[in-house]
């Protein structure tokens, strides 16, 4: 392999990176991938590359809410891409305990710091389409209405 520079490492992590849903929603009936189906596609790429990714998890309260922000950061011997992505708790949700709603909003985080780091496209995901009996689907993420924070303030 020839000597890459950290843009072209990142690059061709993305292109040949390959995170097959390994999952399927039993209520729904649909395939998905999770943090952990991203993880292990990675880890070759890692390996072949000679890079680290670190992921972490962050609590932050806005609003009286709590999130998990998640970061992914992609390194060789310097930092070459962090990406993060939060994730909101729910207050309550039934038959899980506080530890396991805190976990399951990391691993929703973590899962699109991932996406975000290796430019994963979550169009076609059920995340991205799927209703669960709502009567409209998302046909895309352009259908998606997202509002950027005018500071880095209002995030906090």
């Known amino acids: 392999m020839t000597t890459e520079t950290q843009p072209q490492k990142l690059m061709s992590i993305q292109t040949e990176l390959k995170a097959p849903k390994g999952q399927t929603n039993k209520f729904g009936g649909y395939s998905y991938r999770s943090a952990e189906d991203i993880l292990e596609a990675v880890k070759p790429l890692l390996q072949k590359y000679?890079?680290?990714?670190?992921?972490?998890?962050?609590?932050?309260?806005?609003?009286?809410?709590?999130?998990?922000?998640?970061?992914?950061?992609?390194?060789?011997?310097?930092?070459?891409?962090?990406?993060?992505?939060?994730?909101?708790?729910?207050?309550?949700?039934?038959?899980?305990?506080?530890?396991?709603?805190?976990?399951?909003?990391?691993?929703?985080?973590?899962?699109?710091?991932?996406?975000?780091?290796?430019?994963?496209?979550d169009t076609k995901d059920a995340d991205?389409?799927?209703?669960?009996?709502?009567?409209?689907?998302?046909?895309?993420?352009?259908?998606?209405?997202?509002?950027k924070p005018k500071t880095k303030e209002d995030l906090f």
């Open 128 to 147: 991205a389409t799927n209703t669960h009996g709502k009567s409209e689907k998302i046909k895309s993420y352009k259908d998606i209405q997202m509002t």
């Open 50 to 121: 000679k890079c680290d990714l670190t992921l972490s998890d962050d609590i932050v309260a806005v609003g009286g809410r709590v999130y998990v922000k998640a970061t992914a950061m992609l390194c060789d011997t310097d930092v070459i891409a962090e990406v993060s992505a939060f994730a909101r708790e729910a207050e309550t949700k039934k038959g899980m305990d506080d530890a396991q709603i805190t976990g399951s909003a990391s691993s929703y985080a973590r899962k699109y710091a991932l996406n975000g780091l290796f430019c994963i496209d």
